[in-house]
């Protein structure tokens, strides 16, 4: 762990709470919604962006493009890290919605394959992995922007609306897609409607630029730099004071592994999985993920509070145990078929990961101190997501078994959890 000789409370914000939360809230709203939507529609432009003599092949095909677009994940939380750590929170923010909002405008004009053959692929893989670049550096920045304004003894509550905004913007993709398909035929969907969400999501990114424009820098990054270039702080290579800190990486990958799994499959991939792997209708599939989704949102603030009162790491134990737990039983339920099944298995899982994802943005903060909170975070986060949470969808639908990957998933939870242990608790800990 991070550590330093004296520790100090932040200074207190000039900025209001309310203008913080919007802040970082709609930028990280339309990421998500700009990341997830490529998850939920893959279903519809999978045979549009690859050949289409084997719908299954192309779907695997796509969605091995949604774990390349994880690769790239590593290096947005480098170099947005950078931007974080040495030009500001608010540079870093910035200029991450300006790359989503980019990779979304690709994938909107991505000819297809029957008309330029590879090169339809090519771009769909561009317009990924310049998404991934700028979630990668989104997350971490938005984190550690929030955490420390968050006042201490309320940052659980503060650090949930991260994943509050996260999930509406996911839920607007889901609401869009379920508007589409009642009023588009599906030959519609799969032509031309699957584009919609992709450009909405470009246009939306101005609207996010100017809002995250007018935000102040953090004060307690402000007082470091000051601190910096008074030669008070000494001023160290962001990859190397990376590096010096390994151990704390190795307890984010690992810490983060489980939860990213199952967090991904429950959440983001279902939609798409539902009808693929467990033969649901899309109009089933999409409602029942809108509604997990939705009861995923009222739960998170509980959470977070929750995680103010008793600590960090009982809340987290709940989440990684429960999932594991009910990670059979709840994969045995969805493949009875029922809409009310997949509804139920959804929430319930949710419900249960949130434990973690609430309060998470805080936890991780806790873990660091400002000089590289946000590149010490985001790098190895990065790696977790890209190597776990990117894989997820790919993983379960290789695999063929969903009995298989519920025992994939349950090894990493118990790998997550064990971490949870190594770790101190730092609810209330003030920010260094």
């Known amino acids: 762990m991070s550590s330093s000789s004296t520790a100090t409370a932040p200074a207190p914000s000039r900025q209001s709470h309310a203008k913080t939360l919007l802040g970082t809230g709609i930028g990280n709203a339309l990421e998500w919604f700009d990341w997830n ?43 947005f890290g950078f931007l974080g750590d040495r030009w500001g929170r608010k540079r ?50 938005a984190q550690t922007y929030l955490a420390e304004h968050a006042p201490r003894e309320k940052r659980g509550l503060f650090a949930s609306s991260i994943y509050v905004t996260g999930t509406i913007g996911l839920v607007c993709g889901l609401v869009l897609g379920l508007v589409l398909q009642g009023v588009l035929t599906e030959d519609q969907m799969n032509s031309w409607g699957w584009r919609v969400p992709f450009l909405v999501g470009a246009l939306l990114g101005v609207v996010a630029i100017w809002i995250r424009s007018s935000m102040e820098e953090s004060e307690l990054f402000t007082e470091h730099m000051e601190a910096v270039e008074k030669q008070e702080a000494k001023k160290e290579n962001i990859l190397v ?70 600590g960090r790491k009982p809340c987290i134990l709940i989440a990684m145990l429960g999932s594991l737990v009910l990670s059979i039983p709840m994969i045995k339920l969805v493949s009875g078929g029922e809409g009310w099944q997949l509804i139920l298995a959804i929430c319930v899982q949710l419900v249960l990961l949130g434990g973690f994802l609430s309060h998470a943005p805080a936890t991780y903060a806790e873990m660091f101190t400002t000089d590289q909170r946000t590149a010490g975070f985001g790098i190895p986060y990065s790696i977790a997501i890209a190597l776990f949470g990117g894989t997820a969808g790919y993983v379960l639908t290789a695999l063929g078994d969903p009995y298989k990957f519920a025992i994939y998933a349950m090894v990493f939870l118990v790998l997550s959890a064990l971490t949870v242990l190594t770790l101190p608790e730092t609810k209330g800990k003030d920010l260094r």
């Not at 719908?55 to 939380?77: D, I, N, Y």
Request: aromatic share 14%.
């Open 92 to 141: 870093s923010l910035t200029l991450a919605v300006v790359s989503a909002s980019v990779g979304s405008l690709i994938v909107a004009v991505c000819p297809t394959y029957d008309k330029v053959g590879w090169l339809a692929s090519a771009l769909l893989l561009l317009g990924r992995l310049i998404q991934g670049l700028s979630h990668g550096g989104e997350l971490p920045a």
């Open 37 to 79: 939507i490529y998850a939920s529609f893959a279903v519809y432009f999978s045979t549009q962006v690859f050949n289409d003599d084997n719908p299954q092949s192309a779907f695997l095909e796509t969605m091995a493009v949604f774990a390349v677009g994880f690769v790239a994940r590593p290096f947005g939380g480098f170099v």
């Open 241 to 310: 004071a990376v590096l010096k800190n390994w151990r704390t990486g190795l307890q984010v990958i690992f810490l983060t592994a489980g939860l990213t799994i199952a967090y991904y499959v429950w959440s983001v991939s279902m939609a798409s999985l539902a009808t693929t792997t467990f033969g649901y209708d899309s109009q089933t599939a999409f409602t029942a993920s809108l509604i997990g989704n939705v009861v995923f949102i009222l739960v998170l603030p509980f959470w977070g509070m929750l995680s103010d009162k008793i």
